[in-house]
């Protein structure tokens, strides 16, 4: 199960999805990944503005946007909670496994 908490002005909502990712969650996932990897190889505050609209744009259509729009996530979703729980769900879709670490990485001799 996925949550993302959000306060607007009037209410605070938790948006829940208890469904696998779908294709289209894939595609939005593989964009944010895309963007972040040019975000980490050039200083632009351009990019920096594309991954945030991504991550926002990837949470809308992941939890549905119940009415909300980009500004209500920017500003409702919390800093450190929000986020990490954004990723989480970009992280899964993606497939990775939290668990995964670097172990076996590393060709055998």
């Known amino acids: 199960m996925y949550q993302l908490h959000v306060k ?5 909502l938790v ?3 208890e469904e696998a990712p779908a294709l289209e969650n894939l595609l939005d996932a593989l964009k944010v990944q895309r963007i972040d990897i040019q975000r980490n190889e050039s200083d632009s505050e351009k990019l920096q503005k594309d991954w945030m609209n991504a991550l926002v744009d990837f949470a809308l259509r992941f939890w549905g946007s119940n009415g909300l729009t980009k500004k209500d996530v920017l500003a409702g ?21 939290d668990n995964d670490d670097d172990e076996g990485d590393d060709p055998k001799e």
């Open 8 to 12: 607007t002005k009037t209410k605070e």
């Open 15 to 17: 948006l829940t999805r």
């Open 77 to 97: 979703v919390s800093a450190v909670d929000g986020y990490n729980e954004i990723m989480a769900a970009v992280v899964a879709t993606l497939g990775y496994d």
